[in-house]
Every structure is written in structure tokens, then in C-alpha cells.
């Protein structure tokens, strides 16, 4: 084993005894992170644990993190320490806390560092620094200056000094290298124009030794077990190398006799072993001990390591008689409920069951082995079934508990958790579950930032695979009008291959359908958890997916615009094909598509042109005619751009080859690029005006990035046509990654867990937001996790390397600020809150009509609960302080005020609602019909403006695989619409403001409706004059929550 603890710390809160640094473990085990070690935290000087004392211990999570919060009442450095008994590690980091200070320009840092790299390791340790006023206000383009203490170097420069500029959130990112293992002092500062010292942090960041060794021995070993085993791992880089050669020799003794040790070969050494040792797959040494008789043995291990370090540590191992294992003491002769069960490795104990039960045991933990002493023991996928007065557990696992659910006779509702109180004696000792009375909601619904591969961002920690519980679940409602998509999206796959065959046979017929089937159990494993192993699915689709596409013996022709699209048009059999398959060519479609297509967010306005995208008065002049100027234009606010230089990492501008799905082994090289297109607003029509565009950020690239302008002529239409194509894919990225994922679905999760964490029914904020929150957690975990999995939705529809799509989503989460993005403050920062000069722009004005009426509700709602301070409502502060201290929102601070939390609530339900629905049910029409959109072109970008022919633009098209993934999951999320904007209701259906319980906020909530229905009569007069229909803010295609 090579169990390795990192410990990173926040330094820069006030010293006022309220403002809280905070510090995480992680452990991991070879990479593997490990849950429910119990971690005991510390702290120097006059620091204290929210517990009020300077000592704390927390269990690492179900993904090895543990975090603690503490405050100081005074400013100074304090040292924080994370011991781990159970594997002897310990860890220290220090953390800063600054003068409070009073003034509203007052400055701090919050400065936090990762330790534990290892010497050498070009990864390095993470620093990072958060410049912000006393107000919690960030302040971007300030001047950080960085210095080191020891050999460690900053990365950038290789200097242990660094001066660096904060970004538009106040952060400054950067990495720490050394050669050595030592602790290394960082400091932060900030200084006024004059040279006055306004701010400054100090962290210590910890480099590990270049060998160590972790060496696992069983707590206790029964007699006559063979293959019971010691493993010796080493801890730091050496994935790459045969641990074998980084070790000059092991020497293992037992003195007392009682065990002998063997090797892989099965060649006993008797009590004593020297040499290489005898490595594994998983770049372990092993060696395997033999119990002999009863006792406790001790074991001497010694590793020398071929750099002349040493390695010394003495075990004590119990020989264990099974005969001689102990009943657990329950209070009912059998369990039935959902019990938890702490215990140590290498415990042995009997569970006892009332006689002739059949009981069936779900483990979801390796480790178990299960021995039949009475009975009938049948062996099933999902555990034993078991007939019999009791049976034996040995636990070798490394948690240091488990779960057991004991389903009997199906009386337990499934997807339910349930806790009950159990006492049993492991080895003679006495421990206690919890009951459903000790747990607390934040006992019951933990944050975690490891949930892979969404590294960072705070969730729910579910503690594993599997549905969340039925708290989290929508209403019955939403299963329904889901099997309704399922059951169109079998039908279409049907349809869809059954066209491609001249005569289809019966056995064919047959294929087809278990295809189709196989796909929608696919979906339902997504949505709804259902217990399918993703990757024997795969394979099974991908087998039969070749079986049929070996039937496909012609493409059926049809009445469509484009013959050469006849393979896209044809996909579409249940269901119609969108309108953009109409449009595809169309300038003026894909100029609306800024303002009104799936990803209204990312166009804005220039007040000149950037130095990188050199845009001639002339080229203006040729596309938008004699009677305008690029300078009159730009001088009356008209020039808009699309910029996606933030993709930056999250591109595959030189190819990235991936299977096409995971359906489908076939390689495919994918494309994308970092373009930029300018749009100008035309002075006959007050319409936007597609002007040119650049497929790349620099025009003079070794690979030519010319501008491609709007002209539709012969020499350069096809030029143009994939140029278009360029933009599309890298605005269906930016869509997804942040628009759509980052800035809705994980943003949004952060205030739905701390509602359930702090609030219960009746408390008027949970009345008013759980609405809001219906389904959103479990569609986190079921659907976006699952989405951004290997060879997955986001995977094979976009082409960079799937890590660095998933690292970008976590980075635009983590940087958005909230405030900022309010919706009015939103539209001025991108310089489109203008009727005049950007007349044309739906989501906008519907945006903002929405945006209102919701503030409207907001704060009649608030302002009737609440006097002007909130501060003595302990459960809402307790919400507020969750945010804070566990949701990570860029900006978010702590606040008193009624008319704060009536903003907050109103960018909550907002977020919730409108711009969700605005990025999701968007992507069914403008994103579904693959020539017209694509996320990973199979071509490369254009790189002469002339010259271009329709093939070219043809193969940078996906293919068919991909294309008919896209029909599904676009058919699942474009339209699967459950509950509505103004609709307050319980998961159980219940109506949560009633004329009864309270009128006043009743007819608040009817105002509220009332409001929302003169708003779909404006909309819908606005759509008879648009340049296409607008619908997704229609009120009634507007859920109140993200289900979906």
C-alpha cells in the first residue's frame, strides 16, 4: 500500500474570532482515495475548531477528503496539523489570519497551497491567491508580489520571487517546484502605487521525500489461511518504474514463530525473508504470511531504498482460531434495516437471523468474505443468499466500516435509506451505529469536491455509486414523460436502421430492436441509476450496433434541401427534423443564433477592434455594402464579437483521435479551434450581421488564420460555410462546458445541498426555494456525472481530450462570480443592455422580463417574513455560512440584510429556472441536427479564403454513430419539461402556499402568476416580429427547477 495524506490551507480571513480559515485532507491509497479513516486535526496559538476547542476529528469522506473551518481572535500565523494514527502520516501547513480591520478599502489575501508533492515532480504544489476588499468585493488587476523560502522556484519563472496581475475575479493561480523534500514558507503581498504594504498572507507548502515506503500488514490473520498477505508500496512517482528497482533489499522477521511467509511461487522462507521481495501489476511488493498457531506474532520490516534511505516500523498481528469468533448482540433477531457497522480489518463476528429467514445481503464494499457455518449458502451476483441460523463475516477490506442492507421479504422500499440502532461486540469490544435520531441532514447529505471527474467542485456526497435518495427525486410526473422519450427514441433507432435496409429480414428486424433496447437501458442507467455496468453495456451496444450497421445495405433518399445530407435527414423517423436543417446556410439564422439560439451568453460589444483580428474598413465595406463604415459602426455601438480564447486548453487545434463513441471503437481524429467572429448590426434591417471571422487567435499562426468574410460568392462560399463551422464548434463547447454545465447544474447544486443541509420544511426560504431544487442533485449525479464519463456524451461530441474539457467546466464553476452575473449587471458587463444599438436580442428582453417579475415575487415574499436584518434567523445564517465556508461561489459573502438575500434568492430561482431553460431546451432545436451544429469537426479548419469546395465542408461533419447520439440525448434533455415557473408544490405533489395556510403569501404567489401570464402575451407579440421565434422564455416552457 502507498497511503500519501496532502494537506492544503486558506490563509487571508479577519481576525475577528467569526471569519474562518479552512484546511482539507486527502488520502489516498496508490491514487485511490480512501474513506472513513477518522483524521485529528490541530491547532497552534489562539486558533479554534468551530467546536471551540483547538482539537478535531473528522472521518475522511466516501473520496478520502476530510475539512475543518477555525477562526482566530487575534492576527497571526498559526500552524495546522492532520494526523492519521491509523497510518502513522502527519501533515502541517500553517494558515494567516489578517488585522480586521474597519475601513471598507481594507485589503486581504486569502492565500492557500497544496503540500505533498514530491521532489522533483514538474506537477508541483498548487498555489493559489484571492486578492479582496473588506467588503469581500474582489479586486482584479492588482499586483501580487510572491516570494520562497528554501530551493523551491515558482514554475513560470523558475525564480523563488513571482509578480503577477489577479484576474478578473481577484485570483492568482500559479505552481510551486523543488528538487528537495522540505517545508517551504510562501508570501503574499500587496502594495499601494507609493510602496505602502496594504495586504499580506503566508502559507507553508510540504515537499515529500523522493522514496517512502507504506507498508500494509493484517490486523489479525486466521490459522490455516492461505494467501493473506503483506504488500510494501511506495509512495512518491514511480507508476513509470519496476518498484523492484528502487529498493536495495527487504528483511522481514517474525520472532515469535507463529506465522511463516512464502512467496508468489508458493516457496516457503519459514519466519524470516531477505530480498527484492516479488512485485505485483499495481507496482506493489508482495509477500504472503501463514498463521500457525494462536497468539500475537510481531513482525519486523525493513526497507532499504537504493538513494541510502530506510525504512523501520514494527507490526503486532492476532492469530485468530475462527472457531473462537463472537455473536453480534442485536436488539431484533435479525436486521432489516439499513445498519451501519464500525469494525477493524481482519474482525471476525456472526450475524444472527431469526431461523429460515431467507435474507438477501447487498455489499457494496470489496473486502467481505462470507463463511457458511449452517444452512444453505447460494451465491448470486448481488451477494448470498442465506438459510440459516447465522452466518460468519471476516472482514479484510480497508474501510474501517461498511454498509450492510439486509432487503427481507422486500419490505424495505427501495431507494430509501434507513438507519436503525444495532449494538454488536467485534473481538469483545462494544460499538454503536447511528440511529435515525443521532443523524443530522448534515450528517446525512455531505459536501465532497472529489466526485470524478468533477475534481474541486463542491456536491453531494452520496458515498458511492448508485441513486440518490428519494428526497432528491422528482415528482412521478417526470418518470412518466420520461419513458414517453424513451420509448420515441427506441422507435426511432427502429425506424432509422430499418430504412438503411433494402429487405429486412426477421432475424435483422429482431437485432434492430434489442438495439434499440440496449440504447434506452442505457439512458435509464444514465437518468434514473439503474443498476447497469456502463462498461459490459458498451460493449454489448457496440457489438450489436456493428451487427446492424453490417445490414445497412443503402441510404434512403427523401425531399430535402441538400441531397448530400440525406444520411442526417433520414435519422429523423419518430420525431420531426428541426427547423435548422432548413437554415443551415443561412447568414442571417446564424447571426440570430448570438442572440437567440442555444448559447445567448457569449456575444459582446467592442469599442475597437482587438489587435489580433485585423479587420480592414475595406473588408468591412465589402460585406455590409456602401452605406456604412467599420468606424461609423463601431462609433454607434454596433460591432459584436464572439471571442473563445477562454477555451483555451479545452481545444483540439492540432486533432485529438478518439473512438467515435462508446457504442462505436472506430477511431476518429476531432478538431476544434479557438476562432473569433465579428457581427455587426446593420443599419437597414437593425438586425445582426454576420462580418467575418478568424478560425484561430493569432492570424500570423505557422498555420494560417486568415479572415473569412460573409460573401456569398463561388470562390468564397464554401470557405465561409466552414469557417461558420469552426465558430459553431466552438460555441456548442463554451455552451456546454459553461453556459449549460458549469454556470447552471454545478453552480445551482451548491444551494440546493445547503438548503437540505440547513432547512426543513415550513422555514420560509425552504419554502420557497425547494421548488426550485426538485431533482436537481440526483440529475447532478445520475446524468452529469455519467455525461462526462470516458467515451460518454461530452467525450465523443467534443473534441479535446476529455480531461481537459472536464478541468475547463470546474475552472469557468469555480472563477464565475456570483454578483457579476446578475442578470442586468451581466448584460451591462458584455455592453448588450442597449435596445437602441442591439435591437434584436430575445433573450434579453425576455430574460429581463423574467428577471423582474421574479425579483418582484422575491421581495414581496421577503420583505413579508423578514424585518431588515435576517441576522437572528440561526437556520437561514446557517445557510448563508455553508455557502461560504463549503459551496465555493466565486463572491458569495456572508450577508445580514433582507434586501441582500432577496438578490440572492432572485439570481437563485433565476438561474434556476430562466437561464436554464434558455441553454437546455434550446439545444433540441439549434444543436440537434448535426450539419448545422457540431462540437468536434472531422476536418480540419480552412486555412485559404478561396478556393474551397463543398467537400471539404461535408468532412467536417460527424458521422453517422454520433449523429444518432445526438438525436438522444438531445430528444432527453430539449424536452423532457416537468413542473413550471410560479408552480410551488412538495415532491409529494402538495401545494406549499395555500389560501388556508397563509392568503397573504397566497396571493403573492397568484400576483406572481398573473405577472407571468401577461408575459407570455408580450412574448408572443414580440415573436410574430423576430427574425425566428423565441419560445424558451415562454413562461410555460419555463421549469421551475434543473430536473433535466
Not at 239 to 250: G, I, K, L, R, Y
Not at 628 to 639: K, P, S, V
Not at 667 to 690: E, N, W
Request: with cysteine; glycine share 6%; hydrophobic share 40%.
Amino acid at each position: 500500500m502507498a497511503y500519501v495524506m496532502k494537506l492544503t490551507t486558506t490563509s487571508g480571513a479577519k481576525a475577528d474570532g467569526v471569519e474562518k480559515n479552512s484546511a482539507t485532507a486527502i488520502l489516498t491509497d496508490n491514487n485511490a482515495y480512501v474513506p472513513n479513516v477518522m483524521l485529528t486535526f490541530t491547532l497552534s496559538d489562539h486558533a479554534l475548531f468551530d467546536n471551540g476547542k483547538n482539537i478535531k476529528t473528522v472521518a475522511t469522506s466516501a473520496l478520502g477528503s476530510a475539512k475543518v473551518v477555525f477562526s482566530d481572535p487575534v492576527a497571526e500565523t498559526i500552524t495546522v496539523t492532520a494526523i492519521d494514527a491509523v497510518h502513522e502520516l502527519t501533515q502541517s501547513a500553517e494558515s494567516t489570519f489578517v488585522d480586521a480591520g474597519t475601513g471598507a478599502d481594507d485589503y486581504y489575501i486569502t492565500l492557500t497551497a497544496d503540500s505533498g508533492a514530491a521532489p522533483g515532480d514538474a506537477q508541483g504544489n498548487r498555489v493559489s491567491a484571492v486578492l479582496s476588499k473588506q467588503d469581500h468585493s474582489p479586486v482584479a488587476g492588482a499586483q501580487l508580489n510572491f516570494s520562497t523560502s528554501g530551493s523551491a522556484l515558482f514554475k513560470a519563472n523558475l525564480s523563488n520571487t513571482l509578480t503577477a496581475l489577479t484576474d478578473a475575479s481577484g485570483n492568482i493561480e500559479t505552481v510551486l517546484i523543488d528538487a528537495v523534500a522540505e517545508s517551504v514558507d510562501i508570501d503574499a503581498r500587496f502594495f499601494s502605487g507609493d510602496g505602502e504594504l496594504l495586504a499580506t498572507a503566508m502559507t507553508r507548502t510540504r515537499f515529500g521525500s523522493a522514496y517512502s515506503a507504506d507498508v500494509f500488514v493484517p490486523d489479525s490473520v486466521m490459522i490455516g489461511r492461505d494467501r493473506t498477505f503483506i504488500i510494501f508500496g511506495l509512495i512518491n512517482g514511480v507508476q513509470a518504474t519496476h518498484v523492484e528497482q528502487c529498493v536495495s533489499n527487504f528483511h522481514i522477521t517474525s520472532s515469535e514463530g507463529l506465522l511463516e511467509m512464502y512467496n508468489n511461487a508458493g516457496t516457503f522462507s519459514g519466519t524470516e525473508y531477505s530480498g527484492k521481495g516479488f512485485g505485483d501489476n499495481e507496482n506493489n511488493l508482495v509477500l504472503n504470511l501463514r498463521a500457525l498457531s494462536p497468539g500475537d506474532a510481531t513482525l519486523s520490516v525493513q526497507v532499504d531504498f537504493i538513494d541510502g534511505t530506510r525504512f523501520i516500523k514494527d507490526y503486532t498481528i492476532s492469530l485468530i482460531d475462527p472457531s473462537q469468533s463472537v455473536d453480534c448482540q442485536n436488539e431484533n433477531t435479525f436486521i432489516e434495516k439499513f445498519d451501519r457497522f464500525s469494525f477493524t480489518k481482519g474482525a471476525v463476528f456472526k450475524i444472527k437471523y431469526a431461523k429460515n429467514d431467507a435474507v438477501k445481503i447487498y455489499i457494496p464494499e470489496e473486502g467481505m468474505v462470507f463463511d457458511s457455518v449452517t444452512g444453505t449458502v447460494v451465491s448470486e451476483q448481488t451477494g448470498m443468499t442465506m438459510v440459516a441460523d447465522y452466518i460468519t463475516i471476516r472482514y479484510v477490506g480497508e474501510y474501517n466500516y461498511m454498509i450492510l442492507r439486509a432487503n427481507i421479504d422486500g419490505r424495505l422500499e427501495p431507494g430509501k435509506h434507513y438507519y436503525s440502532r444495532a449494538y454488536f461486540t467485534v473481538d469483545g469490544k462494544s460499538t454503536l451505529t447511528l440511529s435515525a435520531n443521532d443523524l443530522t441532514a448534515r450528517d446525512k447529505y455531505p459536501w465532497t469536491e472529489m466526485l470524478t471527474p468533477l475534481i474541486g467542485v463542491p456536491m453531494l456526497d452520496n458515498g458511492g455509486p448508485g441513486d440518490l435518495p428519494v428526497e432528491f427525486h422528482p415528482r412521478a410526473s417526470y418518470q412518466k414523460a420520461l419513458d414517453e422519450l424513451y420509448e420515441e427514441i427506441a422507435e426511432n433507432h427502429r425506424q432509422a436502421y430499418l430504412s438503411r435496409i433494402a429487405h429486412p429480414t426477421a432475424e435483422q428486424r429482431a437485432a434492430i430492436s434489442t438495439l434499440a433496447q440496449r440504447v434506452v437501458a442505457k439512458y435509464k442507467n444514465m437518468f434514473e441509476a439503474t443498476p447497469v455496468d456502463i462498461q459490459d453495456s458498451d460493449e454489448q451496444l457496440c457489438s450489436l450496433e456493428q451487427q446492424v450497421r453490417g445490414y445497412c445495405d443503402k441510404v434512403e433518399s427523401g425531399d430535402f434541401p441538400d441531397p448530400d445530407l440525406a444520411m442526417y435527414d433520414n435519422q429523423f423517423k419518430a420525431f420531426p427534423r428541426p427547423d435548422t436543417a432548413r437554415f443551415i446556410y443561412d447568414d442571417d439564422i446564424f447571426a440570430y443564433w448570438r442572440v437567440g439560439g442555444c448559447n445567448p451568453l457569449a456575444l459582446y460589444r467592442v469599442n475597437a477592434l482587438p489587435d489580433n483580428f485585423p479587420l480592414t474598413a475595406e473588408q468591412y465595406r465589402l460585406v455590409m455594402g456602401d452605406g456604412d463604415t467599420l468606424e461609423q459602426a463601431l462609433r454607434e455601438n454596433r460591432i459584436y464579437m464572439v471571442n473563445y480564447s477562454n477555451l483555451d486548453g479545452a481545444v483540439a487545434e492540432d486533432g485529438y483521435t478518439k473512438v467515435e463513441s462508446g457504442s462505436s471503437p472506430e477511431p476518429i481524429v476531432g478538431y476544434s479551434y479557438l476562432a473569433m467572429g465579428l457581427f455587426s448590426v446593420s443599419k437597414v434591417t437593425k438586425r445582426l450581421k454576420p462580418v467575418a471571422i478568424q478560425c484561430g487567435q493569432d492570424p500570423n499562426d505557422a498555420e494560417p488564420n486568415p479572415l473569412f468574410l460573409a460573401i456569398d460568392d463561388e470562390a468564397h462560399r464554401w470557405g465561409w460555410q466552414q469557417a461558420k463551422m469552426v465558430i459553431q464548434a466552438a460555441d456548442k463547447t463554451l455552451h456546454q462546458l459553461s453556459s449549460h454545465l458549469g454556470l447552471t447544474h454545478l453552480l445551482i447544486e451548491a444551494f440546493a445541498l445547503a438548503t437540505y443541509r440547513n432547512l426543513k420544511k415550513g422555514h420560509p426560504v425552504y419554502d420557497l426555494l425547494i421548488s426550485h431544487f426538485e431533482g436537481t442533485n440526483r440529475i447532478n449525479h445520475n446524468a452529469t456525472l455519467q455525461i462526462l464519463g470516458p467515451n460518454q456524451f461530452v467525450d465523443s461530441l467534443m473534441a479535446a481530450p476529455l480531461g481537459k474539457l472536464a478541468q475547463k467546466a470546474i475552472d469557468i464553476r469555480l472563477r464565475f462570480n456570483f454578483y457579476d452575473n446578475f442578470l442586468p449587471v451581466e448584460l451591462k458587463r458584455r455592453g448588450v443592455d442597449d435596445v437602441h444599438a442591439l435591437p434584436e436580442y430575445p433573450y434579453r428582453d425576455d430574460g429581463l422580463l423574467i428577471w423582474n417579475a421574479i425579483q418582484r415575487w422575491v421581495n414581496g415574499y421577503i420583505d413579508y417574513f423578514y424585518d431588515e436584518s435576517i441576522a437572528g434567523d440561526g437556520d437561514l445564517m446557517a445557510w448563508i455560512d455553508d455557502l461560504v465556508e463549503n459551496g465555493r461561489i466565486n463572491g458569495f459573502k456572508r450577508i445580514t440584510r433582507r434586501a441582500e438575500l432577496a438578490d440572492v434568492l432572485t439570481m437563485v430561482i433565476y438561474t434556476c429556472s430562466a437561464r436554464h431553460a434558455a441553454v437546455n431546451f434550446a439545444q433540441h432545436d439549434w444543436m440537434m441536427y448535426s450539419p448545422a451544429m457540431s462540437g468536434t469537426l472531422a476536418g480540419k479548419k480552412p486555412t485559404s479564403v478561396d478556393g474551397q469546395e463543398k467537400e471539404g465542408w461535408l468532412a467536417m461533419l460527424p458521422g453517422f454513430t454520433r449523429s444518432m447520439s445526438r438525436l438522444d440525448i438531445y430528444t432527453l434533455l430539449g424536452r423532457l419539461h416537468n413542473g413550471y415557473l410560479g408552480e410551488y408544490v412538495m415532491p409529494d405533489g402538495e401545494p406549499i402556499f395555500t389560501l388556508e395556510k397563509n392568503p397573504d403569501i397566497y396571493n403573492l404567489q397568484r400576483k406572481f402568476n398573473d405577472e407571468l401570464n401577461e408575459i407570455t402575451k408580450t412574448i408572443q407579440e414580440r415573436n410574430v416580429t423576430r427574425t425566428y421565434p423565441y419560445i424558451f422564455l415562454l413562461p410555460k416552457n419555463i421549469p421551475a427547477s434543473i430536473n433535466i
